[in-house]
């Protein structure tokens, strides 16, 4: 048994070229721990980790209770549960994550911090199950773009349609009586068409804060107005984009669906139909500039269609953004569940962890927090703390490809190449300063294409 220190940072180091060092103390009983492997992008950006980076600080523990994990610039450490509070052990650290052990296993739990702690993102990017089951609410996130799940609707729900509210004041605009006038009033106009009267089917309505002789509009005269601003087209499946549109005179947004006199709701906009499956997307505006596109992506999966996201003129849902790739991640449909897969993207693609996690044999994890890359997976006792040549298991490690004189960093290139290269062949850039392997391929040698 390894009887280690709670109340020190690093505790007892077991240094062993295998396990890295060894944190908490082994309880009574338990028979796994958790082999954590941290991946940190030496540059610091928008909160990004670049998947082909080769400049990384790689580090490696062994963890055998409770324990909270840090990051204190490029190095990550991990210190005991039951210890100092991390700001008292890491001066100027951050937390990132704890490991939490209930129900006799390891669970995987946001970092208690006073003021809210930084949210774990999950990559989809593990080799057992290379695409994530989505669900409504889910919050995606491509590079430095954000998506939330809006709605779901499975092939066999053929009478859902797409629900077009967004996050605006819940106000419902009605149809008012304007037929029902006191004598002598004035007859309303219509500011678009400027003609007198209304019918049941094409009523005055007000739909904004305008005043006066421009207070009402035929409904008819609104909807083409906002189906050309909107663009809708009338493409196979019923698939658009849909945006609130606002009053250009009052700056008012208009509502999202009408009552008619009878009392029924309808959508103020008609939109094609949507044929299911489908899939429905709002944008989440990092800040105020692209507060204008933000709206609902209505995406139609008939057809066993895929749903492609990405910076290319092929992407059903276009992101002109740096951080996004030409193709950057898929949507599919298969017996009615919605599957998210990355395409080998440069920045990732993540999920937003809801609830804490519990780690699973035989299946790894992946968490992103800003540029470091933790994997998380079970793994035997006597297996994680087995090894013949002593190592140092604290000091972080710089991934430099082509060294072929560490042991160790062939395990993590080999590691790094099967779990998040998706197939490339490795590149031979590394640090400044180092040199290319003479006995790699001469179209190895070759710099890398952008």
């Given at each position: 048994?390894?009887?280690?220190?709670?109340?020190?940072?690093?505790?007892?180091?077991?240094?062993?070229?295998?396990?890295?060092?060894?944190?908490?103390?082994?309880?009574?009983?338990?028979?796994?721990?958790?082999?954590?492997?941290?991946?940190?992008?030496?540059?610091?950006?928008?909160?990004?980790?670049?998947?082909?980076?080769?400049?990384?600080?790689?580090?490696?523990?062994?963890?055998?209770?409770?324990?909270?994990?840090?990051?204190?610039?490029?190095?990550?450490?991990?210190?005991?549960?039951?210890?100092?509070?991390?700001?008292?052990?890491?001066?100027?650290?951050?937390?990132?994550?704890?490991?939490?052990r209930r129900d006799s296993g390891f669970w995987v739990d946001k970092a208690a911090v006073p003021g809210g702690?930084?949210?774990?993102?999950?990559?989809?990017?593990?080799?057992?199950?290379?695409?994530?089951?989505?669900?409504?609410?889910?919050?995606?996130?491509?590079?430095?773009?954000?998506f939330r799940v809006r709605q779901l609707v499975a092939p066999e729900q053929s009478s859902v349609m797409p629900?077009?509210?967004?996050?605006?004041?819940?106000?419902?605009?009605?149809?008012?009586?304007?037929?029902?006038?006191?004598?002598?009033?004035?007859?309303?106009?219509?500011?678009?068409?400027?003609?007198?009267?209304?019918?049941?089917?094409?009523?005055?309505?007000?739909?904004?804060?305008?005043?006066?002789?421009?207070?009402?509009?035929?409904?008819?005269?609104?909807?083409?107005?906002?189906?050309?601003?909107?663009?809708?087209?009338?493409?196979?499946?019923?698939?658009?984009?849909?945006?609130?549109?606002?009053?250009?005179?009052?700056?008012?947004?208009?509502?999202?669906?009408?009552?008619?006199?009878?009392?029924?709701?309808?959508?103020?906009?008609?939109?094609?139909?949507?044929?299911?499956?489908?899939?429905?997307?709002?944008?989440?505006?990092?800040?105020?500039?692209?507060?204008?596109?933000?709206?609902?992506?209505?995406?139609?999966?008939?057809?066993?269609?895929?749903?492609?996201?990405?910076?290319?003129?092929?992407?059903?849902?276009?992101?002109?953004?740096?951080?996004?790739?030409?193709?950057?991640?898929?949507?599919?449909?298969?017996?009615?569940?919605?599957?998210?897969?990355?395409?080998?993207?440069?920045?990732?693609?993540?999920?937003?962890?809801?609830?804490?996690?519990?780690?699973?044999?035989?299946?790894?994890?992946?968490?992103?927090?800003?540029?470091?890359?933790?994997?998380?997976?079970?793994?035997?006792?006597?297996?994680?703390?087995?090894?013949?040549?002593?190592?140092?298991?604290?000091?972080?490690?710089?991934?430099?490809?082509?060294?072929?004189?560490?042991?160790?960093?062939?395990?993590?290139?080999?590691?790094?190449?099967?779990?998040?290269?998706?197939?490339?062949?490795?590149?031979?850039?590394?640090?400044?300063?180092?040199?290319?392997?003479?006995?790699?391929?001469?179209?190895?040698?070759?710099?890398?294409?952008?």
């Open positions: 048994a390894i009887v280690l220190n709670p109340s020190s940072t690093a505790s007892v180091m077991h240094e062993a070229a295998s396990s890295g060092s060894v944190i908490g103390t082994l309880m009574p009983g338990t028979q796994q721990v958790v082999k954590v492997i941290s991946n940190t992008w030496e540059r610091d950006s928008h909160d990004l980790f670049d998947f082909e980076a080769q400049q990384l600080r790689i580090q490696r523990f062994t963890v055998l209770g409770p324990a909270t994990c840090c990051r204190n610039g490029a190095d990550v450490h991990m210190l005991a549960g039951d210890g100092p509070p991390v700001q008292q052990q890491q001066p100027g650290g951050e937390a990132l994550l704890r490991l939490v702690a930084r949210k774990l993102w999950l990559v989809v990017r593990e080799p057992a199950a290379k695409a994530h089951k989505l669900s409504e609410g889910d919050v995606i996130k491509l590079g430095r773009f954000k629900e077009l509210r967004l996050e605006d004041s819940g106000a419902v605009c009605s149809v008012p009586s304007v037929r029902e006038r006191p004598p002598g009033a004035d007859e309303p106009l219509c500011r678009i068409c400027l003609l007198e009267g209304d019918t049941a089917e094409d009523p005055l309505i007000a739909p904004c804060r305008c005043q006066g002789s421009i207070e009402h509009v035929h409904l008819g005269c609104l909807r083409h107005w906002i189906k050309g601003r909107l663009n809708l087209s009338d493409a196979p499946g019923g698939s658009y984009f849909f945006r609130a549109l606002g009053c250009e005179l009052c700056k008012a947004t208009y509502p999202t669906y009408i009552h008619a006199e009878g009392g029924e709701r309808e959508p103020l906009v008609e939109v094609p139909p949507t044929r299911p499956p489908f899939v429905v997307l709002e944008n989440l505006a990092r800040d105020l500039q692209q507060h204008a596109s933000r709206g609902l992506h209505v995406i139609s999966l008939a057809g066993e269609k895929a749903l492609k996201l990405g910076r290319g003129h092929e992407s059903d849902v276009r992101i002109a953004d740096v951080s996004i790739s030409r193709c950057h991640a898929v949507i599919r449909c298969h017996n009615g569940q919605f599957l998210l897969e990355d395409n080998h993207s440069k920045f990732g693609t993540l999920v937003a962890m809801k609830k804490p996690r519990r780690l699973e044999p035989g299946n790894p994890l992946s968490i992103q927090m800003g540029r470091t890359l933790l994997s998380l997976s079970l793994s035997d006792f006597d297996a994680a703390a087995a090894g013949s040549s002593p190592g140092n298991g604290n000091s972080p490690q710089r991934y430099t490809p082509g060294n072929g004189s560490n042991t160790a960093a062939q395990e993590e290139r080999g590691f790094w190449f099967s779990h998040f290269g998706g197939g490339r062949s490795s590149r031979t850039e590394g640090v400044a300063g180092s040199s290319v392997n003479s006995q790699q391929e001469p179209w190895e040698q070759r710099p890398r294409e952008l």
